[in-house]
Structure formats: C-alpha cells, structure tokens
C-alpha cells in the first residue's frame, strides 16, 4: 500500500492532459456610425428616464411583441420584408432561445444611440439571452448591446467579434432596412456558433475532467493492490 502511495505523486502529472487553447480571433474595426457598447450599470438615465442632470428622458416603450419597434418608420415600404425579419426573430427565439430586440428611430432626443441601447437592455431584456440593436434613421447610427446571460456565456472577446461583424455586415448594406436585416442575421448566425462551440468546448473540458479522475483511480486502486501482492510476497519469503 505504502509503495501504491508514493507512486501515485508521479503518475498523476503524466496523466494530466493539456488544456486547449483557444484561438484568438483579431478584433476588427468599426465606423463612427456603427458603435458597439457593454452593457452598463451607469448609463446616462435610469430606468424611468431620468439622466443624470436630472433631465427627463422620452419614456420607454413596453416590449413589442415583434420584438422590433419601428418609430423610425424604416419598414414602412416594405412590409413584406419586415414581416419576414418578425417570422426570423420568433423561431430564433422558439427554436434557439435567442431574444434580438430591434429599435428603430427618426431621431433620438437627449441620448445617443449607445444610452438609449443600454436602457432598453434593462427594461426588454434584462434577464434574457440576446441583444439589443438600436438604429437611428437620421444619423445612420447603429449600437448593439448585449444582455447578461450573453455576458454569463461567452467572454468579451467573443461578444466584442460578434457585436463588431454585425456592424461590419450592416456597413457593407445599402438602406435603412437593408442594414437592419443583414445585422440581425448576422447577430444571430455569430450567437448561435459561438454558443454551440462554448457548449461543446465545456462538454469537452468535463468528459476530459472525468477521465482524469477516473484513471487516477485506476491508478491509485492498481498500485495499491501491486503494493499488497508484493508485501505479501515479501512476508513469505521471510
């Protein structure tokens, strides 16, 4: 037994495997008209609308059930296409569990594109998996902000790459609802393989986990019963 014990010490190292790492992704630029934002506890206005300074912001609207409000009336020469993108978000949200909430309008008065994102975060989406796009028709500016449970699931590297090729793809658009629609898809298309990697990289890292566990066992019991047969056999030789 004793003999069992003190090789477990120099086998354990050798049946560590080594953690994978994980490659880095280079992180790409954005305009000035395209902004990508963290979620934040200290935004230019609380929850109720009131900034800071004690200005009274515009109040926020209830959740759409669409999940796209258009006060910008971006859509409204294309209804066709705007019932598409509402069909898309709900089996994203049936099917996949991923909530993207879409803002749209002429011109936002008090707080910028990124403020009023981070408002709506907290009164759309606060305990949901997704994102928060905002679009102001007037200036072209688009934010996109990223709700915890997103934050809770991938690092900010990833959310970051993400949020960057939704604007990347909504850049490369012409028109308003163009833009919309090639950035929500485009959200969701980098969600989805982001988080099923995730997923399959921790179902990995425990399957890895068990083994070790499981062989140092294996180890640990044989070595043991290699020290017993060979105490055994040393008593009956004396």
Not at 23 to 51: I, R, W, Y
Not at 85 to 99: A, D, F, H, P
């Amino acid at each position: 037994v004793a003999l069992g014990c003190l090789a477990v010490p120099l086998l354990v190292p050798l049946l560590v495997p080594l953690v994978p790492l994980v490659p880095l992704l280079v992180l790409t630029g954005c305009s000035e008209q395209v902004a990508t934002v963290e979620k934040s506890d200290t935004v230019a206005g609380d929850f109720d609308g009131n900034d800071g300074a004690g200005t009274t912001l515009d109040p926020l609207p209830p959740v759409p059930e669409s999940q796209i409000l258009d006060d910008g009336r971006v859509f409204s020469h294309a209804p066709g296409k705007l019932a598409q993108l509402v069909t898309y978000l709900k089996e994203l949200r049936e099917n996949e569990g991923i909530e993207i909430f879409v803002a749209i309008y002429g011109f936002l008065d008090g707080e910028t594109v990124e403020q009023r994102a981070n408002r709506l975060r907290k009164a759309w989406a606060d305990r949901n998996t997704g994102v928060v796009v905002v679009y102001e028709s007037g200036s072209e500016g688009m934010s996109f902000v990223a709700t915890d449970e997103i934050d809770a699931a991938l690092t900010r590297h990833d959310i970051n790459m993400i949020l960057q090729q939704a604007g990347t793809a909504a850049q490369e658009q012409k028109g308003a609802e163009n833009q919309i629609e090639a950035a929500v898809h485009t959200l969701a298309d980098s969600l989805l393989s982001k988080l099923d990697r995730r997923k399959r990289a921790n179902e990995l890292t425990s399957k890895k986990r068990l083994l070790v566990v499981s062989t140092t066992l294996a180890c640990v019991i044989l070595m043991a019963l290699i020290g017993i047969v060979v105490t055994r056999f040393i008593n009956r030789a004396e």
